[in-house]
T-cell receptor
């Protein structure tokens, strides 16, 4: 079922931009890219989603390549509170079932 | 605006018992999904309800069931509990099926002894 590939872990210095990559080479035309994060033992938190255009909100930016086979989540100024597991999920427009892979464990270092 | 509320937060049950967990979605959200999270299997989709109808179902045995009420509140039930059912059960609500982000509650931590 895995539709996305993410590195298992990454470190980022506090205050620097965190760039989290995701590969979704089998994405189809009606599938969106979603990003969530989960801070230890809490419910996952929605961050951002996009179809083919780059998106930005108050939390992050999402850059999707032109061929839509990969994307990057950017946290512009990482803080210690951004330490979490980040999940990249591909989801069709008409289904609410999210497939969570293993995600990327981001550690922000002081 | 209140978030997704799950009750209870913690629960301890004995093998063979049954359990009912509750989820109140964000006001105005009509879609409720349930997930199970364990250290070994990660986050797995259980089922989704929209307008009181089950729309999608994950790969879980029939001991896991759910329902949704007219006010969009949802319950999930697990019968004949097994030790392996110990997990964090998460509920997520969305505006409607397939649109926008899903917002998760804090979960119910179920321990089966």
């Amino acid at each position: 079922d895995a539709k996305t590939t993410q590195p298992p872990s990454m470190d980022c210095a506090e205050g620097r931009a965190a760039n989290l990559p995701c590969n979704h080479s089998t994405i189809s035309g009606n599938e969106y890219v979603y990003w969530y994060r989960q801070i230890h033992s809490q419910g996952p938190q929605y961050i951002i989603h996009g179809l083919k255009n780059n998106e930005t909100n108050e939390m992050a930016s999402l850059i999707i390549t032109e061929d839509r086979k990969s994307s990057t989540l950017i946290l512009p100024h990482a803080t210690l509170r951004d330490t979490a597991v980040y999940y990249c999920i591909v989801r069709s427009a008409w289904a609410n079932n999210l497939f969570f892979g293993t995600g990327t464990r981001l550690t922000v270092i002081p | 605006k209140a978030g997704v509320t799950q009750t209870p937060r913690y629960l301890i049950k004995t093998r063979g018992q049954q359990v009912t967990l509750s989820c109140s979605p964000i006001s105005g959200h009509r879609s409720v999904s349930w997930y199970q999270q364990t250290p070994g299997q990660g986050l797995q989709f259980l089922f989704e309800y929209f307008s009181e109808t089950q729309r999608n179902k994950g790969n879980f045995p029939g001991r896991f069931s759910g329902r949704q009420f007219s006010n969009s509140r949802s319950e999930m039930n697990v019968s004949t509990l097994e030790l392996g059912d110990s997990a964090l059960y998460l509920c997520a609500s969305s505006l409607e099926s397939g649109a926008g982000g899903a917002f998760f509650g804090q979960g119910t931590r179920l321990t089966v002894v």
